[in-house]
């Protein structure tokens, strides 16, 4: 299928969303990392983001107040979007438990059968590293130092369907194509040093946009469409923001009027701070990262336009799971409303930031229903042409009916959860989350309207409905054990945390109605 002008007759996913002459779209992915719920201006709830470029596509498109991931940290959740499936099937439930599984399928190995030229760019964390010894055994080998290149290489993006890749976090990327658009052999370039310093003084995000933007500029107008997954290594630490990008956001006079503190300096870690930092100089940290985010969604919009790609092309933004909140890890960023974060699934950590602009396809909408972040790539495969219905190994659904009018309501299924001891289910407004150790809480999650919480109705994770429902806990209990029992691991006994009740009694408390 290399015409990217062939019709519906390809495009069965076409149909069921009324684009019955439309063309393959463009899919673009971009996922942010510990990025809160709070933190887009339209679910901001201190006045505190600015990010306009963002902003323009929540509002233009369809905002999505009920968004999960399918684990609350990096590596597992990302097994997930990659490939569209929960990736508690292949065991890759926690951070240390890769890398992806060759016997996985990507979104863009799909994508690329039907037609589509595929990259990466920035964060993947879904390779061999440190953490992976069980890996090591199977290959043979003792360390990231003596693991074989081809082995490692099997399980970077190359490996998963990506014809064109930029893996990265900071300055050194895993790339055959550079910042000015050249294809290269396959190599890692630092750009502290690559083409004589040229790029030394680009931060990170500038340089994941403009990636990004090459490869937009390579494949425009070209004969076939391109599916780009663009990975944001923000606002996760290392809190390292440029003055060019603190200027822009509050300063730290204004946080302390807000009520942050910035009289101790308690954020010391040297891993993820440039050096000690106050609470106010964190927050501002965080809303400096979201900055460059948003200026780089911005330039990447432009070259869309520019290059009149903009039309045809979807975005899906979401975030891998939600912030940290803790001394040793917080990124600046906030779950408000929602108790928790990174680390467990209480809604902190699980509910992310998510919508999907399609301009002029997508009418601007608030999605007030339970999706996850599989949707998306089911999306992308309806739309590329195929049928994910019939793909047993894609767990998501097709959006496109319920963005576009055609289907009234949510997709009828249930939305799971796991991370290592703690499992949960979501139905509608319901959330019943279960502890291998016994433990089981039924909460109404539901939200009234983004950047907003009613305290008098809104009792969220702070009040327990299981002895007030019991039969909507026992259904979804049996829901969510039947889905773990068909797991390759169906009970975890590693975990953060050894009591739900206990972590909620300590850091919130529970109420009643």
Not at 127 to 149: H, I, L, Y
Request: contains cysteine; charged residues 25%.
């Amino acid at each position: 299928m290399k015409n990217r002008l062939k019709w519906v007759v390809l495009s069965l996913g076409l149909m069921a969303t009324g684009l019955v002459a439309a063309k393959q779209p463009n899919i673009i992915f971009i996922v942010t990392d510990d990025h809160g719920f709070n933190d887009l201006e339209a679910t901001d709830m201190r006045d505190e983001v600015d990010m306009p470029n963002i902003h323009k596509l929540t509002s233009g498109g369809a905002l999505m107040t009920q968004a999960y991931c399918t684990a609350p940290q990096c590596v597992p959740s990302r097994a997930g979007i990659v490939t569209g499936r929960y990736q508690q099937k292949f065991a890759m439930e926690a951070n240390g438990e890769g890398p992806l599984p060759k016997s996985e399928t990507s979104i863009a190995s799909r994508l690329k059968k039907l037609g589509y030229k595929t990259g990466h760019v920035g964060k993947w964390h879904l390779e061999p590293n440190r953490q992976t010894k069980k890996w090591f055994e199977q290959v043979g080998c003792t360390s990231m130092a003596d693991a074989p290149v081809e082995a490692v290489n099997a399980h970077r993006p190359q490996g998963f369907g990506y014809d064109e890749y930029a893996q990265g976090t900071g300055n050194k990327y895993w790339s055959n194509f550079d910042v000015s658009g050249k294809e290269v052999e396959p190599q890692e370039i630092n750009y502290k040093i690559y083409e004589k310093k040229s790029h030394a003084d680009k931060f990170r995000l500038q340089l994941q946009t403009e990636l990004a933007q090459r490869f937009v500029e390579r494949h425009a107008k070209g004969a076939e469409p391109f599916f780009l997954y663009l990975a944001y290594y923000g606002p996760h630490s290392p809190l390292d923001a440029p003055a060019s990008l603190t200027d822009q956001v509050l300063s730290v006079e204004e946080l302390v009027a807000k009520g942050y503190d910035n009289t101790k300096k308690p954020y010391k870690n040297r891993i993820n701070y440039a050096r000690p930092y106050t609470e106010a100089e964190v927050r501002q940290q965080g809303l400096a990262l979201l900055k460059g985010i948003d200026n780089g969604v911005g330039e990447l919009i432009q070259t869309l336009e520019k290059t009149g790609e903009l039309d045809n092309t979807i975005i899906f933004f979401m975030g891998d799971n939600g912030a940290p909140l803790g001394t040793k890890s917080w990124d600046g960023s906030v779950n408000d409303p929602w108790h928790g974060s990174k680390g467990i699934i209480f809604e902190g950590g699980a509910r992310v930031p998510y919508f999907v602009y399609w301009k002029d396809v997508i009418k601007p909408q608030v999605f007030d229903k339970p999706v996850n972040t599989l949707d998306a790539g089911a999306t992308a495969v309806a739309l590329a042409g195929s049928d994910p219905a019939k793909d047993s190994m894609l767990d998501g659904v097709n959006l496109m009916p319920f963005l576009t009018g055609k289907k009234k309501g949510e997709p009828s299924r249930y939305i799971y959860q796991r991370y290592m001891n703690t499992a949960a289910v979501i139905s509608g407004k319901y959330k019943f989350m279960m502890h291998e150790n016994g433990e089981e809480l039924l909460f109404d999650v539901s939200l009234e309207q983004p950047g907003a919480h009613n305290t008098d109705k809104e009792f969220h994770e702070t009040h327990n409905l299981i002895s007030e429902m019991p039969e909507k806990a026992a259904e979804l209990r049996k829901a969510l054990l039947d889905w773990k029992n068909e797991l390759p691991v169906p009970e975890y006994d590693g975990g953060f945390h050894s009591s739900l009740i206990e972590f909620a009694e300590k850091r919130w408390g529970f109420r009643e109605r």
